[in-house]
């Protein structure tokens, strides 16, 4: 039903997909998911596809075990499976004569908003070509600290970015369960959900197959993002021949429902930052002025967490640690340290210099 009406689709293929446990690569299974991308492009849906594999490949030509493999070598290993990757599917989306393009993306491709737009308009540029992007995290140059990690998170960043509808997940489990299922047998698949609440997050198990790097708190992750930017986003099995033929015919998976949101693209943007890089505690006085759509002033401040530049995502929580907004902060952790607590016309004596009025304009923040 949500397929159905979508227009836009980001899919979002996991390693386990693409190799099995006995390290041989699931040819078949790509060419069948092809004919799968065809008919969504026949409808005239715009698809995206997000894959992982590169590291799982490249330690299969290279015959070494993706486990204890070290960041620098998992970079070389990359950039040799990326290549092998991308030829499988050539091969397979060639015989259903769909046209592929690779797009590798890094963390701040994402988080910065520049890079954001600039991914988006390659997107479109893609589809207008009649391309079908095939994007993945550019590993080889990424390093632990400015890095997703998992495909998971990736996937609902370029869903949110390219305004997709829906994003699906497909990887080796049906979707989230009451309780684990492997090892109780009362666990129930559930179909919907539209809350992420405090019961979500625990069932939510952290196991994870050989080869991927997510497990279901990626995914989980990934829900929270797709909710906030209006994109509705399903965890299915993709491991079956024809993975979203089967979604359309049994709606077998779990649904996470999208919170209304009438959002601008750019607060979706800001909201849905995968990497805010610090906190401000404020007051309530502070906490009743932002409820109100007013902009966060230096006074309501109250403390600094983590080190930040001007222009980084930050989140803004109240007294008791609750996340009340996110937005973009005007000012460096290190200045607001001088001006907290102080009112607006006092900042130019403690900083020596001419600046804005607003620790967090309100045109950058999105109140939660
Ligand atoms: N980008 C990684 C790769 O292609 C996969 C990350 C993941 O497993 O989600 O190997």
């Not at 009406?5 to 980001?10: G, R, T």
């Not at 397979?92 to 701040?108: E, G, P, R, Y």
């Not at 988006?120 to 070509?129: C, E, G, I, V």
Request: proline share 1%; glycine share 6%.
């Amino acid at each position: 039903m949500y397929l159905k009406n979508s227009k836009k689709i980001v899919i979002k293929i996991g390693s386990s997909l693409l190799i099995d446990n006995k390290k041989n690569i699931r040819s078949k299974w790509l060419f069948e998911f092809s004919k799968d991308i065809k008919n969504l492009l026949k409808q005239n849906k715009k698809v995206i596809i997000v894959t992982s594999g590169a590291i799982a490949i490249g330690c299969k030509k290279l015959n070494l075990s993706k486990k204890n493999l070290k960041l620098e070598k998992s970079q070389a290993v990359a950039s040799i499976g990326q290549i092998e990757l991308m030829n499988l599917f050539n091969k397979s989306f060639n015989k259903n004569k769909i046209n592929i393009s690779q797009v590798l993306l890094t963390l701040d491709d994402t988080e910065q908003r520049r890079r954001a737009l600039n991914a988006k308009r390659t997107f479109d540029n893609l589809f207008d070509l009649g391309f079908v992007p095939i994007v993945n995290e550019n590993d080889t140059t990424a390093t632990t600290e400015i890095k997703y990690g998992d495909n998971d998170r990736l996937a609902s960043r370029v869903a949110q970015i390219s305004s997709a509808d829906i994003l699906i997940l497909l990887s080796d489990v049906d979707g989230l369960y009451t309780k684990n299922p492997k090892i109780d047998k009362s666990a129930e698949l559930i179909k919907e959900i539209r809350n992420i609440d405090k019961n979500i997050e625990h069932i939510s198990t952290k196991s994870t197959g050989e080869h991927g790097t997510g497990g279901m708190k990626t995914k989980i992750d990934a829900a929270k993002v797709c909710q906030l930017s209006g994109c509705t986003m399903a965890i299915a099995n993709g491991l079956s021949l024809r993975p979203i033929q089967k979604i359309l015919k049994d709606n077998n998976c779990t649904w996470f429902l999208p919170k209304v949101s009438k959002l601008d693209a750019r607060k979706k943007w800001i909201i849905s930052s995968i990497s805010p890089k610090g906190e401000l505690v404020i007051d309530d006085g502070a906490k009743s002025a932002l409820k109100k759509g007013k902009s966060l002033l230096a006074a309501g401040i109250r403390k600094v967490i983590g080190k930040f530049n001007k222009g980084d995502h930050i989140k803004i929580i109240d007294k008791n640690y609750k996340e009340c907004a996110r937005g973009l902060s005007s000012f460096s952790s290190f200045e607001i340290m001088k001006i907290m607590g102080h009112h607006s016309n006092e900042i130019e004596n403690l900083l020596g210099y001419i600046s804005k009025s607003e620790v967090v304009h309100k045109d950058d923040m999105v109140e939660l």
